[in-house]
């Protein structure tokens, strides 16, 4: 434990900064900042060898742990009592991110990890997708922080331009709350756009939010079922045991004992806050492993992949309720 202590200490540091900036501009979030503020240290001053060790242990065991306690925050029984009405358009939206994520990232050349995670944070919850994804798709931190930035940049313009075009084409407010709910792809996006057009608007689109995560648990599976297909074709000796997301079952777990009320209510605040930290400190220890220059070589890619991924969604939300 002792060689994990100096990283620790500095990822610490950095998620204590990024959660007060993160509570000073909610909109943009500590995850953000985490991320911004790991890379500003990591290309300004050079990090000894001493740090390497803990902001390894960071960016991987600690991002395991901030999925599990965030599925304290995940109410099952809350979600079926109106998010699963929403269940169709949430797939068939999923379905289409990944596409459309899988055909612009092959036009533009990408790395396929780096264009499912883009894929992941469009299709299901923004940031926490990426981070579920990432240990199964074993992403480097470069491809980590690039999706996380692209789908962070969208989060800002569906605040603004959501509302604008709900109230523009005079949608019902649950009509609204459907679609925030399944076309923007951070948490707090959605409840920025979803309170900013009205409160009924702002209740659904968060329930709708809400069942939209759940769908981390079998997307996760589905990728590591191929996972581990792929190396049984290339003859490769890999035990399922060892590939399996074991986080994301203990995730589950975590989201049924809040269901099951077994954990005292007064305790779940506590329980997200403990995931922030340590969602805080694991993309700071990710950041201060990616370079300014592994920005500029990825180019305009990444960003436009989520461009077109976003603009796909969005619009098959609206059609799908509207003709369906």
């Known amino acids: 434990m002792k060689k994990y202590l100096p990283g620790l200490l500095l990822s610490f540091g950095l998620a204590a900064l990024s959660i007060f900036l993160g509570g000073q501009l909610p909109l943009i979030g500590s995850s953000v900042f985490a991320i911004v503020l790991g890379m500003v240290c990591s290309n300004t001053v ?21 999925i599990i ?15 699963f009405t929403s269940l169709r358009v949430s797939i068939l939206t999923i379905l289409i991110a990944f596409c459309a994520a899988g055909l612009a990232g092959r036009f533009f050349g990408m790395k396929q990890v780096l264009t499912l995670l883009i894929a992941f944070g469009t299709a299901i919850c923004g940031g926490s997708a990426i981070a579920a994804a990432s240990p199964i798709l074993e992403a480097e931190e470069e491809d ?10 969208f ?10 075009l709900g ?60 996972r581990y297909a792929r190396s049984k074709q290339a003859a490769k000796k890999v035990e399922l045991k060892k590939i399996f997301p074991w986080f994301i079952l203990w995730f589950v777990l975590a ?57 796909c969604v969005a619009l098959s939300s609206l059609l799908i309720q509207y003709f369906f």
């Not at 989060?155 to 604008?164: M, R, Y």
Request: charged share 10%; glycine share 8%; with cysteine.
């Open 144 to 153: 980590i922080a690039l999706s996380m930035s692209t789908i962070f940049f």
């Open 69 to 83: 306690f965030l599925g304290f925050s995940l109410s099952i029984g809350q979600v079926s009592e109106t998010g």
């Open 155 to 164: 989060n800002i313009l569906a605040v603004f331009i959501f509302p604008f």
């Open 167 to 226: 109230h523009l084409l005079q949608m019902p407010d649950a009509f609204f709350g459907t679609w925030a709910g399944t076309a923007i792809n951070d948490t707090s996006s959605v409840v920025a756009a979803g309170y900013t057009y009205s409160q009924p608007a702002g209740d659904l689109a968060t329930i709708v939010k809400l069942s939209r995560a759940l769908m981390i648990v079998p997307a996760c599976l589905i990728f590591a079922g191929c």
């Open 255 to 311: 989201s049924l004992v809040s269901s099951w009320g077994i954990l005292p209510a007064a305790l779940l605040p506590y329980s997200k806050l403990l995931s922030q930290w340590l969602m805080a400190m694991a993309l700071a220890a990710i950041g201060s492993k990616v370079s300014f220059k592994q920005f500029r070589e990825a180019g305009a890619a990444p960003l436009l992949t989520g461009a077109f991924a976003w603009f």
């Open 46 to 66: 050079e990090i000894p060898a001493a740090f390497q060790a803990g902001l390894g242990y960071s960016g991987k065991k600690l991002l395991q742990y901030a």
